[in-house]
């Protein structure tokens, strides 16, 4: 099978991994790089975290829309699950999920949530930023599993261009069924980008999980 994003870079800042008391996983959007959402992880800085950006090959996880069928997004976003799963064993070496944030914008949101359904457990938290579960409308979320309280945070404007409302408020549901801790804020009018309420609730989920 094809694997389009092995062996690109992967981005750290912040504490080392080996001394780290917890760890960050900042998944860009299409057309974005890591060193783009690194921006975001600057933001998001606490002591004693490790920051960890994977890049996907020509700037983007998948080629076509998150809402297409799966299959149209094969090779690569089987691939793409790839790379977040890979980069998650090499931080548990170091640090346990439980103390691991799982965040994407966009794109990478998306990537990150579906991720994050399909292995679910424990983790430190997940923030979807502006993003929804992979798949067309009416696809079954039989995700198996549990994510045992680990909360999670959805924000997404209420017209976003690329992501209908409908779809971050699914996920939420799916997440909130599987056990999640979900926080979920649509912001009126908001354009596809990141807001400072988004920054501050995803700072409370990392000082939480570097206690």
């Not at 004693?48 to 799966?70: D, E, I, K, R, S």
């Not at 090779?75 to 064993?89: D, I």
């Not at 938290?125 to 959805?154: K, M, N, W």
């Amino acid at each position: 099978m094809s694997v389009p994003h092995q062996g690109q870079p992967v981005l750290q800042a912040g504490e080392p991994l080996a001394t780290a008391r917890a760890a960050m996983i900042l998944v860009h959007g299409r057309g974005a790089s890591a060193a783009d959402i690194m921006t975001l992880g600057a933001e998001l800085m606490h002591p004693g975290v490790a920051y960890l950006a994977p890049q996907a090959a020509g700037n983007a996880w998948y080629p076509n829309p998150f809402t297409a069928p799966m299959e149209s997004n094969e090779p690569y976003l089987s691939s793409a699950l790839e790379v977040v799963g890979s980069l998650l064993a090499t931080i548990e070496k170091s640090v346990p999920a439980e103390r691991v944030i799982l965040l994407g914008f966009s794109q990478g949101a998306c990537l990150t949530l579906e991720f994050a359904a399909r292995n679910a457990r424990r983790y430190g938290g997940v923030a979807g930023l502006s993003g929804g579960l992979i798949g067309p409308e009416g696809t079954p979320r039989d995700y198996s599993g549990s994510f045992d309280g680990t909360p999670a945070f959805q924000g997404c404007s209420d017209v976003d261009p690329h992501i209908g409302k409908d779809r971050v408020l699914e996920a939420a549901d799916v997440y909130r069924r599987m056990g999640a801790m979900v926080t979920v804020k649509l912001y009126p009018g908001m354009g596809h980008t990141v807001n400072d309420d988004e920054l501050q609730a995803v700072r409370e989920i990392v000082v939480a999980a570097a206690r």
